[in-house]
């Protein structure tokens, strides 16, 4: 019998207590500096004119009034002072005080106001994180150098940021593939509760993977994300609150659109990446919103940036997935679930076989996927495929979508 953690009890005469997220208006230029938070860097505006670096976001430059322009900087910092608030009147932060802030001299030029980690004092070196909040936005996080690898989930402050793994129920939508199954080891390792494994039809030999999914703490459970009523009746039957989802499933076939292509293969990609998608968010949605640091993780292959000739019906299916999360993300930011995408090129697996090298091993996709978590990554991409196809299309789309297929 495997393990479950043990459910929570609750009175259920009293009402459940408000989760409320933090102050939520931003202007232009600060969503321009989340949406770079959420790729995990930290780039700062730079005067075209004078090179100077400036923080808050501003729409000119303070000094000179110059075009400012986005760039990446080191993330060096001295803490020159620091406080904590006790009073507030806003409800999220009335809900997590004590907090504690500080100003810092940041390597890149500018003064900061930034959330401080509790162990650090005036005049110590920081690392200075751009994350984001519960409500999706940007923040600076200034962090002790010895943990510039490793997020101190002990921090309760800093937890707000991340998504913890430790003692949590995590359900993996597809545990047969490669990829299903190493992300099911990588949150076995990461300390989760309980990791629901779904197996998803046909049904086959698993070789290797069969001890796997036998790891005390490992459940498994049929799971058709094509099918709604498999997904319902999945869910249902969770040991447990569910915390972490993490989307798997994918169908991958090759072919074009009128040369060898076949319409059986698209239309069940369709209905795995983008109506499974659908179903899955759909059931899960409302059980993640409940929990104080859901999440749902999403693999997404960079093909969606892009049609491909070679893999059409697939390619379509993953861009018509990736929109779905786009709008699953911005549902959910209200609820402060964390909706996350990890972009993939061609996997070592069964699907890619005739797909020369480099490739991505899944216990590394599994591993992004697990860093995504504990750093509080919105979007990642694995390897040097996705993170190149993600650096030009983000550079100039029309222009990649000419490159792609030559």
């Known amino acids: 019998m495997n ?30 500096m989340s949406a770079r938070a959420a790729q995990g860097r930290f780039a700062l505006q730079v005067c075209a004119d004078c090179g100077t670096a400036t923080y808050p976001p501003r729409e000119a430059c303070p000094q000179c009034w110059g075009t400012l322009d986005w760039q990446d900087q080191p993330n060096g910092a001295q803490v020159l002072c620091e406080t904590t608030v006790r009073v507030s009147t806003d409800l999220y932060f009335r809900d997590h005080l004590p907090w504690k802030m500080g100003k810092v001299a940041l390597d890149a030029g500018p003064v900061a106001l930034v959330h401080l980690h509790r162990s650090l004092r005036p005049d110590d070196r920081a690392v200075i994180r751009c994350m984001l909040d519960r409500g999706g936005n940007a923040a600076l996080f200034a962090l002790p150098l010895h943990t510039s690898g490793d997020i101190d989930m002990t921090d309760p402050q800093l937890r707000e940021f991340v998504v913890p793994i430790k003692g949590k129920t995590v359900l993996v939508s597809d545990a047969r593939s490669a990829i299903g199954l190493a992300v099911v080891k990588a949150m076995h390792d990461a300390g989760a509760a309980l990791v629901v494994a779904g197996m998803a039809p046909p049904d086959r030999p698993l070789g290797d993977g069969a001890q796997i999914l036998s790891l005390d703490g490992v459940q ?27 989307n798997t499933a994918r169908h991958v076939r090759s072919g074009g659109v009128s040369a060898h292509g076949n319409l059986v293969e698209q239309r069940r990609a369709f209905d795995i990446s983008a109506m499974g998608l659908s179903r899955l968010a759909q059931a899960a949605g409302p059980m993640l919103a409940g929990r104080s640091h859901g999440a749902f993780v999403d693999l997404i292959s960079s093909d969606a940036l892009s049609g491909s000739a070679s893999h059409a019906g697939f390619a379509a299916a993953e861009a018509a997935r990736l929109a779905l999360l786009q709008s699953f993300r911005h549902e959910m930011r209200g609820a402060g679930v964390r909706v996350m995408s990890v972009f993939t090129g061609p996997v070592e697996d069964e699907h890619f076989q005739s797909v020369p090298p480099p490739k991505v091993a899944p216990r590394r996709i599994a591993g992004a996927i697990v860093d995504a978590l504990t750093q509080g990554r919105e979007q990642t991409c694995v390897g040097d495929i996705a993170q190149d196809a993600m650096d030009r299309w983000l550079e100039d789309p029309a222009l990649y979508a000419r490159e792609k297929n030559l």
Do not use: C, N, W, Y
């Open 3 to 32: 393990a479950r953690p043990p459910k929570e009890t609750r009175d259920p005469v009293l009402r459940k207590k408000a989760r409320h997220l933090p102050p939520g208006l931003r202007s232009r230029s600060m969503h321009a």
């Open 220 to 246: 498994q459970m049929p799971l058709d994300i094509s099918d709604q009523t498999s997904v319902s009746e999945a869910l249902s039957k969770v040991g447990g609150p569910l915390d972490i989802v993490i």
